[in-house]
């Protein structure tokens, strides 16, 4: 069959990128296609750099172009990941946010509010702009560890639209259904209320420019998470763990279902929370309660990075419970754990930009 450039136009119309939810043509993200003869040759960008991604993207554009023209033709195919810019001029949603990344955990109780929050506080202290959506629909807790139990957002009109006004503490923004509900009473929502309550926090809010924008996920793996990956084109997830092994099986699970195909969001790394005990009267010692080491050998064992480690110490729950994340109380262990810990973080978020094109 003669080829032209239309009739192959047409044919890569059928490819569907699988973060962007839409097909290639449409989205321009075929670029350099000439045709010569029974030759085809063609670059595509891919949101998700990854090698395996950009493989199967690849098998996708050779299937569908030999299926239609023949198995004679030749196909020189390059794949690349976007350029951040790219990125940003393809989201349609919090077009004017650099980053958004998920902190979920497998199971509850790990401690996963507490370290998105007190990653908040680090990039805050390291001069980022933050905001934080509280997604746990279920068991809010970012207005108690911010202090901010008693607020309530207002409407603001933005070019002609009314938006929700995200609440401010210690410099960074936040929304969350606690800012809703009363806090004494449980939320009884079916699944697509609770998600529609959800994608509101951020189609219908005034989240400006922000570096970053970090997403408080519901433990376990359900609705919310795949209405929030339908929703929000996420850049990557912090997995938290406790180092127990019922604990690293769930964390194991969350993991999975971020590599699921149809999802593949980069994940940035594992946190082992809780890793060891160290009294205030014993400063050297360090107990291992929970196990040791089980979050750290999971991320090595599945091949995906390890943030750091973040011990149980009382200080950490008595800053939350007065609404002032530890990572504030400058020049003391467990904020420098923290502040670590959020660099590991930007490092991997760096690697991946690195990849991509």
Not at 136 to 165: A, K, Q
Not at 275 to 292: M, V
């Amino acid at each position: 069959m003669e080829m032209n450039r239309q009739e192959v136009l047409n044919v890569l119309g059928n490819i569907i990128e699988p973060d962007l939810k839409k097909d290639i043509v449409s989205l321009n993200l075929v670029e350099d296609l000439t045709i010569e003869n029974r030759k085809i040759s063609l670059t595509i960008k891919m949101s998700n750099p990854a090698m395996h991604a950009r493989k199967r993207m690849n098998e996708a554009v050779e299937f569908n172009l030999k299926r239609f023209f023949g198995d004679d033709i030749q196909i020189a195919c390059q794949v690349k990941g976007m350029s951040a810019e790219g990125k940003q001029a393809r989201r349609k949603i919090l077009p004017e946010v650099k980053y958004i990344i998920a902190v979920a955990s497998g199971k509850g109780g790990v401690g996963k509010s507490t370290v998105t929050a007190n990653i908040a506080g680090g990039l805050k202290n390291a001069g980022f702009s933050v905001g934080i959506v509280d997604a746990d629909i279920y068991g809010p807790s970012m207005p108690t560890m911010f202090d901010v139990v008693s607020e309530r957002p207002h409407m603001v009109e933005v070019d002609g639209r009314n938006l929700i006004e995200p609440i401010e503490s210690h410099g960074i923004k936040m929304l969350s259904i606690g800012f809703f509900t009363d806090q004494s009473n449980a939320v009884v929502w079916r699944g697509p209320m609770a998600s529609k309550a959800l994608t509101q926090l951020f189609t219908d809010a005034n989240w400006g420019a922000l570096d970053y924008l970090l997403i408080d996920l519901p433990p376990g793996t359900g609705d919310i998470h795949l209405s929030l990956l339908q929703t929000v084109p996420l850049d990557g997830v912090v997995i938290v763990s406790t180092p127990q092994e019922v604990a690293l099986a769930d964390a194991r699970r969350g993991v999975n279902m971020f590599k699921m195909e149809g999802m593949k969001v980069p994940i940035l790394g594992i946190v082992e929370n809780m890793a060891w005990f160290t009294p205030a009267e014993l400063p050297q010692n360090k107990y291992f309660i929970f196990g040791r080491d089980g979050a750290k050998n999971l991320a090595l064992g599945m091949d995906v990075p390890f943030l750091g480690a973040i011990p149980l110490v009382q200080s950490v729950c008595e800053a939350g419970d007065a609404g002032r994340p530890v990572v504030f109380q400058q020049h003391t262990a467990i904020a420098t754990a923290f502040d670590e810990l959020v660099e590991n973080m930007n490092n991997q978020l760096n690697l991946l930009k690195q990849n991509e094109g």
